[in-house]
């Protein structure tokens, strides 16, 4: 996926939620640090017991609160993407 494809789909992520506010800049700049921009071992989303990491060694992470691990799936590329768009919508939040 080409930078701008990765903002349009932020975009379109972002506001597919209604009532949400987000800046559109940081949007932009989460998506054009690319994948080398995220934070190793960042906390994707967190469900009940479980934790799902990106850890960019070892792949979309999914944890147990006591630690232990519950699966490893390998990054490809589309997940990588995935994963900057995520967290371009997570930063760029301002708030319902």
């Keep these: 996926m080409t930078i701008e494809e990765m903002i349009k789909k932020a975009h379109e992520t972002a506001t597919a939620n209604p009532g949400y506010s987000y800046n559109s800049e940081v949007l932009e700049s ?8 995220l934070p190793d071992q960042f906390i994707a989303a967190q469900k009940g017991t479980q934790t ?8 979309v992470m999914v944890i147990a609160d006591n630690g ?29």
């Design 30 to 37: 989460v998506c054009r640090a690319g994948y080398e921009g």
């Design 52 to 59: 799902v990491t990106i850890d960019k060694a070892r792949g």
């Design 68 to 96: 232990v691990e519950i699966q490893a799936v390998p990054l490809t590329e589309e997940l990588k993407d995935n994963a900057v768009i995520l967290d371009a919508c997570r930063q760029s939040r301002r708030g319902w």
